[in-house]
């Protein structure tokens, strides 16, 4: 079903402007778009749309103006916000130093029926959900629309409107909010203390609360979840790492802890002895991340989530899209069936996902991973070999794994799975800076012969697709003595090259 928009009485947000701004307001095009007015002191209005801002022609922004319309809305609250009653119109004041109002952002509210069918299945789930985006992106719109479809469906539905930004200004809610009950806001600091005296006096199923921003708020939402309230909330953040690095959201999804583990534990993880573990259970069991107004990213496992970005795992989010004809289109995270099996002996064993190997190219550096090894010593030898490498402490990020023959004699779990996955092991004989570079060149030896290999290879195919197009191309940054086997190969296919760009990033072009 495509979505309905209904403009929640526009001609009263104009009303309450003076006569000549109202009238070449009125005199634009696509007014139905309009999202926002902006009145600066001794300023040109303007009135932004989705995309553009257009300045009014009219003479500059007077004191009288901002009185004006300052004396036809409701009070303003210690937030500098204030509303028109019956309509989800808001008003935001800047004052100057005195107090004085010195330039009003009037925003349109609208109803939007329809938006959440893109999530309806996930509400009616009945576990609580976190909704991110920027701002201006459609969460209040989305937590309107909850909080109308729990309550048709006969759920008890209580909404904390610090703003008045839901449920619009006025003692009596709006319509757009169906049968959801309202509980409105003295102080913004206040907040907390209303979301805990909706659940204990009111007896709600649902409770919906916009932008959890302190610590106070985060600690009554876990209270709220704890008690079998369903929440649904936003929060400050794009995205589902915005909130798990804010220290003072971070609670919403578990927390992020240091825990320090035994000698044996981390040889066995085959990690540094302080890693980072997800603390708690998280207060909201999904988030959804708003891209775009009709392009949602579904995080159905906020557990799950937050312990693979901990092991450096990219999230698996279920992606959904409205299409222009109204359908939702769902897609599913698609992980090949292989690296499912994978994650799952991993996750069995203890140890994170494996991901595919990556490419070596001369773009980046050898990634080692030192199992055993000290990695002071290691440090010093790649210094002063000056070798491009750098160390790593994700082993299923190594190009390669340097451990001690102490360590290789034991074949213990983590070596053993670096070979299934096709790792060279380098063997170290004791934990000396000669012994710890001279497997370092035996590595690069190899990283050498790799490297050129697939340096071969590109610029065969390359050859292939000039003799077939006549089109040039251009390949990949090698070092020297690769561009030169490179340009032996176009040679002797009575094909032209040359080097072009500048280090580290110079190339070979090839063409006819």
Known sequence: MAQQVITDNLELLLAVLPPHLKARLESLEGLQELLEIVLDLGREPEARFPGQAVYLDVPPVTEQDIEYVVERVGDFGEDNRAGIPATLHRISAIRNRRGDVVGLTLRVGRSVYGT????????????????????????????????????????????????????????????AIGRARRMQVRRPELQHAVMIEAVENHMPECVVIDEIGTEAEAAAARTIAERGVQLIA???????????????????????????????????????????????????????????????????????????????????????VR????????????????????????????????????????ERPVLLYPYGVSHGKLEKALHDLGL???????????????????????????????????????????????????????????????QEAGALQEAKRAVEEVLATSRPIELSPQAAHV????????????????????????????YK
Do not use: C
């Open 116 to 175: 959440i069918d893109i999530i309806r299945d996930t509400v009616e789930t009945g576990k609580s959900i976190l909704l991110l985006g920027r701002p201006g992106i459609g969460k209040t719109t989305k937590l309107r629309e909850v909080a109308r479809v729990l309550s048709d469906l006969r759920k008890r539905v209580v909404i904390v409107d610090t703003s008045n930004e839901i449920a619009g200004d006025g003692d009596i809610p709006h319509p």
């Open 234 to 320: 936003t929060a400050h953040g794009n995205t589902l790492e915005n909130v798990l690095m804010n220290p003072t959201l971070s609670d919403l999804v578990g927390g992020i802890q240091v825990v320090t583990l035994s000698d044996e534990e981390a040889r066995r993880r085959g990690t540094q002895k302080s890693v980072l573990e997800r603390k708690a259970p998280p207060t909201f069991g999904i988030v959804v991340e708003i891209a775009e107004i009709d392009t949602l990213a579904v995080h159905h496992s906020v557990a799950d989530t937050v312990d693979r970005f901990l092991r450096g795992v990219p999230p698996l989010p279920e992606i959904r």
């Open 323 to 362: 299409r222009p004809d109204g359908e939702v289109e769902i897609r599913p995270s698609q992980v090949p069936e292989r690296e499912i099996m994978e994650e799952a002996l991993a996750q069995a064993a203890g140890y994170p996902p494996v991901p595919p190997p990556r490419e070596v190219s001369a």
């Open 388 to 450: 491009p490498a750098d160390i790593t402490h994700r082993w299923f990020d190594a190009d390669a794994v340097l451990t001690l023959k102490a360590y290789e004699r034991k074949q213990p779990h983590r070596l053993q799975e670096a070979r299934d996955r096709g790792l060279p092991v380098y063997v170290v004989r004791s934990n000396t800076l000669p012994q710890v570079a001279g497997a370092l060149r035996e590595i690069f030896r190899l990283h050498q012969t790799r």
């Open 483 to 510: 561009r030169r086997l490179q340009h032996r190969l176009a040679h002797e296919h009575d094909l032209h090259s040359e080097s072009v760009g500048l280090e580290p990033r110079r190339r070979v072009k090839i």
